[in-house]
Nanobody
Framework: QVQLVESGGGLVQAGGSLRLSCVAS????????MGWYRQAPGKQREWVAV???????DYADSVKGRFTISRDNAKNTVYLQMNSLKPEDTAVYYC????????????????WGQGTQVTVSS
């Protein structure tokens, strides 16, 4: 059963923008926090941004001031607006429900979606 579906990635020049979307099943979306992660080639998956059901947000330092996470609770959808993109933002982006455990944002669902590829050219 498909539970997380990401979309919106693509190829963009440095300085450009993209908006990612993630539709989650109602069960997943009912978890308070939703977030975005990314995995660059040869690197571990890393947390990027998180949003609570009430709209509070937090960001990794590497994207703070450039990325904005938002959610539409009526549509079970979370978004990631990415501005001022850099080549180092190149990665596959995934969404997931998130829990805060010992100060770290941990993904909840073990069965990740297919992700969406973001490629930023210099």
């Amino acid at each position: 059963q498909v539970q997380l579906v990401e979309s919106g990635g693509g190829l963009v020049q440095a300085g450009g923008s993209l908006r990612l979307s993630c539709v989650a099943s109602e069960t997943i979306f009912s978890i308070a926090r939703m977030g975005w992660y990314r995995q660059a080639p040869g690197k571990q998956r890393e947390w990027v941004a998180v949003i609570t059901s009430s709209g509070s947000t937090d960001y990794a330092d590497s994207v703070k001031g450039r990325f904005t996470i938002s959610r539409d609770n009526a549509k079970n959808t979370v978004y990631l607006q990415m501005n001022s993109l850099k080549p180092e933002d190149t990665a596959v982006y995934y969404c997931n429900a998130v829990r805060l455990i010992s100060g770290y944002y941990r993904p909840v669902v073990g069965d990740w979606g297919q992700g969406t590829q973001v490629t930023v050219s210099s």
